[in-house]
């Protein structure tokens, strides 16, 4: 028994929880391992996730049970980091603090992005926090120009052939593997008339968006990186830039049917757009963007849709949904579980916190959304 007490030890060490997750006095008082134990020494992957399982429903558990409200809100929060991100400095005390779930390497160089990681990595051990979800815009059309140093593959819209979408998304995996980044946000699966979207997209062929897409997220998935399809509900017959402006789709929202069949082949993450909808009765959100409307998020992706997968934001500090207010704790609130470049990310904790002391049901729906993250890190062999 001493022997067994001895090797947990060791292992708690590696994944730091001694500092806030002790289990130790539970084996010593009563000489068997909790769940989290059990569950350490079975081996998942991504395929899991979606898959019923007790045991690793109770791992999930023992994990969450572990935290408290504030690290628990932490892990919905992803900064970025890179050129066009927040300060590492910033991030990392926020990292200290396990403030954060995860961090976006956003346009920097490949060596100091791996670099990122380890130290990341380190802190998040040496604190005893949750390890961290690292993602990436790594598009075939972005890739290089995110990740300086990535290995040159062409734009989206010149890949023709399906072989050709599995042999580019597994140079994009194989690089994101050696930098340590688990989630891909892609593919893009709107339609390519939008100016923004254009050669970032499939094409215009719906068939062929869907078919390339799907190839896209196994290939992505099988390399055990979540693949996140994007922008929902549909970014591409739309007129102007979520980036500068919110902009509306009028009437029939024509790329929604192009995620059922993602969503049937258990693609792991969505991303939301800032995209209003209007004269459309079911789903006029009145000038709110869709990461911020229930109707969208929950009511259509969740409910109608059956979407169970990780639902996360564009980034919050795009012109589409900076102007408005608490847009984090509304995005949260419309069933949001990743909540991207927060402009300031300790006072959408501190909002959050504070709406689900007086709210019992939005308190269920935010742990449910951190479940579903501590969930995917399992499956990503980030908790062992």
């Avoid at 699966?189 to 939008?194: H, L, R």
């Avoid at 007086?358 to 980030?382: P, T």
């Amino acid at each position: 028994m001493k022997f067994i007490l001895s090797l947990f030890f060791s292992f708690s060490i590696l994944l730091g929880f001694t500092q806030h997750h002790n289990l130790l006095p539970e084996l010593e008082e009563t000489g068997e391992f909790p769940p989290t134990v059990v569950a350490k020494f079975q081996s998942y992957s991504l395929d899991n996730f979606y898959k019923s399982d007790t045991i690793l429903d109770k791992k999930v558990d023992s994990i969450f049970n572990h935290l408290n409200d504030t690290t628990r809100i932490g892990q919905m929060i992803v900064p970025a980091i890179g050129r066009l991100g927040k300060s590492r400095d910033h991030v990392l005390d926020l990292a200290k603090k396990g403030w954060i779930g995860g961090i976006l390497l956003l346009n920097g160089t490949f060596e100091e992005f791996c670099r990122d990681v380890k130290n990341f990595d380190s802190v998040m051990v040496s604190k005893g926090h949750l390890p961290l979800i690292f993602s990436a815009d790594a598009e075939p059309t972005l890739v290089n120009r995110k990740i300086i140093g990535s290995q040159k593959v062409p734009y989206t819209n010149t890949i023709h052939t399906i072989d050709s979408v599995e042999i580019i998304a597994s140079i994009i995996s194989e690089d994101l593997k050696e930098i340590g980044i688990n989630q891909n946000y892609a593919p893009v699966i709107d339609a390519s008339p939008n100016k923004v979207v254009s050669n970032r997209s499939f094409g215009l062929n719906m068939d062929t968006v869907i078919s390339f897409s799907n190839k896209f997220i196994n290939t992505t998935q099988n390399q055990n990186i979540i693949s996140t399809a994007k922008h929902f509900p549909g970014h591409g017959f739309v007129k102007g830039d979520t980036h500068k402006e919110l902009i509306f789709i009028d009437g029939e929202m024509k790329e929604v049917v192009n995620y059922i069949p993602l969503i049937k082949n258990r693609v792991l993450s969505i991303m939301v757009a800032h995209l209003a909808v209007k004269n459309n009765e079911e789903y006029n959100t009145f000038g709110l963007p869709s990461t911020c409307s229930r109707k969208i998020v929950t009511n259509l992706l969740k409910d109608s849709l059956g979407f169970k997968g990780l639902i996360v934001t564009d980034a919050l500090n795009m012109g589409g949904v900076a102007n408005l207010e608490n847009n984090g704790l509304r995005a949260a609130q419309a069933g949001c579980d990743q909540l991207l470049m927060p402009i300031d990310e300790e006072k959408v904790m501190l909002n959050i916190l504070k709406a689900i002391e007086n709210d019992q049901i939005f308190k269920e729906e935010i742990y449910n959304s951190v479940k579903k993250i501590i969930r995917l890190k399992i499956c990503l062999g980030k908790l062992i």
